[in-house]
């Protein structure tokens, strides 16, 4: 039996945020005060947290009623992303979470890395082949 096993040992690579080394990733803007404020003025979906708080979004209903109206803003296919955390105690913005996918990035292929590779002994193949259970045709 002729063959050889290579087993590639995993190595480790920090991870860099995309455009960080160059400057060169393209970033998606954070959610306007405008498409906030539509937020918490129509929000429609309404998620109970505890502590006060709530979560706010809108429902593609909601979304598709404000473009008719003429409301929409610059970006407004982003609003089925954005959720507000509402904190009716303090009847202050808790936080904006932006739920949509990220921008498509500049990809740059990444520097060739020379990786290990083991290469099994044919006494290790012997071994591997022995303690195989026989097959039959």
């Known amino acids: 039996m002729a ?24 970033r998606r803007p954070p959610p306007s005060s405008d498409l ?16 006060g708080r709530v979560l706010l979004r809108l429902s593609p209903a909601a979304i598709s ?11 407004s296919r982003r609003l089925a992303d954005i ?10 913005v808790f936080r904006v979470l932006d739920g949509g996918p990220p921008p498509l990035a500049c990809v740059v292929a990444p520097a060739a890395i020379e990786e290990d590779q083991f290469e099994l002994t044919p006494a ?14």
């Open 3 to 26: 063959f050889s096993a290579f087993y590639r040992r995993p190595s480790f690579q920090p991870r860099v945020r995309r455009g960080a080394a160059n400057g060169s990733g393209r």
């Open 124 to 137: 290790a193949l012997d071994h591997i082949a022995q303690s195989q259970p026989a097959r039959s045709s």
């Open 65 to 75: 009623r404000l473009e008719t109206a003429g409301a929409a803003v610059p970006h």
């Open 36 to 51: 906030i404020n539509l937020v918490l003025e129509h929000a429609d979906l309404r998620d109970a947290l505890g502590g």
């Open 83 to 92: 959720a507000v955390i509402w904190d009716e105690k303090e009847a202050v």
